[in-house]
């Protein structure tokens, strides 16, 4: 079949990247030597720190998120220490395996994925490790094969009840500016995201934000480290360097990404994501189909997964849809693989992408014979309609 107009990229990322950053990175590349380049290096290193809202360093990998997992890990710690993370989903699941291979042992807390992170469940057991072997705390906070959002405020309250001196190690690879998320007033050590999804930008570059605490855990981490070492990137990016060829264009993209998001002001860039994930709700119960996450204090707002009815294939599902309307959905992934597809809403986004994702869905199902109600997509304007201004003023959001 042949597509006309712009393709829809709705998976839960690599997302939407907007034509201002794309603009943006058409540039020359620069010597990365040069005092050009420090004074751009400087100007992202010390912009995306508001992202995290943090004040301490945010380090920046020419990577996938996962060498941001691996990164938070090799700084922090030493072969055979104890873990714990909690099993949300598939990414919980690769992170675990990630520490694995390291030598790390991980208690792996069981769950339905349907549910995020226990801080009840991660309170008992800190209290009952008296002797401090638990050296770490990791945990995903959007779990995006779910749309499940881990409390971390919560966690972090569960380890100081505790008085447990564990460091806390975050995922937010999809949550991170689409999501309200805050390195320091949540007490995170560090803080793992990527590029390619609220950032808006490429797949290619990841970030480690780093607490004073897990800065000075590297002193007696043992696991063997070059390219991820954090000194070894915070010596030259004092000056705006770094220790390797830096992501140059990437980097372009994220001052324009980072001009986009100050003109819209970060809390309506929550709001905007907290909008489209209830508009999006509001389509599937219509349709009569199950939400994943079971919890809603946990609704993610970057992204939704949705059942498909029993005896339904959501991967055939999602190829109707790409096959006929040229849009992506996320697949299932793991144990969900052909049972559940999720729609991404986050990035750069806006009502009408909303609507037109959603129209897409819902002709999808009709065309693939997936039984549903009718309304999905009236239901999700209504919703729009209903919800709220769209944004404040910046100076009020701030
Ligand atoms: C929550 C989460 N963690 C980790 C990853 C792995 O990141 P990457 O595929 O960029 O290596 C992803 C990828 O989608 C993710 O969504």
């Known amino acids: 079949m042949i597509h006309t107009g712009r393709h829809f990229l709705q998976i839960p990322g690599p997302t939407n990247v ?207 480290r070059s390219y991820w070492d954090w000194q070894e990137m915070l010596k030259p990016n004092r000056s705006g360097f770094f220790p390797y060829t830096p992501p140059t264009n990437l980097l372009y993209g994220l001052r324009e990404a980072l001009k986009i998001m100050r003109e819209e002001g970060l809390a309506n860039v929550f709001k905007r994501h907290d909008r489209y994930a209830e508009a999006t709700r509001a389509a599937v119960r219509a349709w009569g189909l199950e939400i994943v996450c079971e919890e809603p204090r946990e609704y993610s707002s970057s992204l939704t997964a949705v059942f498909t009815p029993e005896g339904h294939d959501a991967d055939k599902l999602r190829a109707v849809i790409l096959e006929n309307f040229d849009m992506s959905l996320g697949a299932g992934l793991g144990k969900f693989a052909g049972k559940v597809f999720r729609i991404g809403h986050l990035g750069a986004f806006n009502d009408l992408m909303l609507a037109g994702t959603l129209c897409g869905v819902e002709m999808g199902m009709r065309l693939a014979g997936v039984p549903h109600k009718e309304g999905g997509v009236m239901a999700a304007l209504s919703s729009l309609a209903t919800a709220g201004k769209k944004s404040e003023p910046v100076a009020a959001a701030r």
């Open 18 to 224: 907007p034509d201002r950053v794309l603009r943006a990175m058409d540039a020359p590349v620069i010597d990365h030597r040069s005092p050009e380049f420090a004074a751009l290096g400087k100007e992202v290193l010390d912009g995306v720190r508001e992202v995290f809202q943090t004040k301490g360093p945010v380090v920046m990998y020419p990577a996938s998120g996962t060498g941001a997992w691996e990164a938070a890990l090799v700084n922090t710690l030493s072969p055979g220490d104890r873990v714990v993370l909690f099993e949300t989903g598939q990414f919980s699941s690769l992170w675990r395996g990630v520490a694995e291979k390291f030598g790390i042992q991980v208690d792996y807390v069981p769950g339905n994925w349907r549910r995020g992170a226990s801080a009840a469940d991660l309170e008992a057991r800190m209290a009952a490790d008296r002797g401090h072997a638990i050296k770490a705390v990791m945990a995903v906070h959007n779990e995006t094969s779910t749309g499940v959002t881990s409390r971390i405020p919560e966690l972090r309250r569960a380890l100081d009840k505790a008085q447990h001196p564990a460091l806390l190690l975050v995922d937010t690879i999809s949550s991170l500016a689409s999501i309200d998320y805050r390195h320091d007033e949540w007490g995170v050590d560090v803080t793992i995201a990527g590029s390619q999804k609220g950032l808006m930008l490429p797949p290619g570059m990841s970030f480690n934000a780093i607490s004073e605490k897990a800065l000075r855990a590297t002193e007696s981490a043992r696991l063997p």
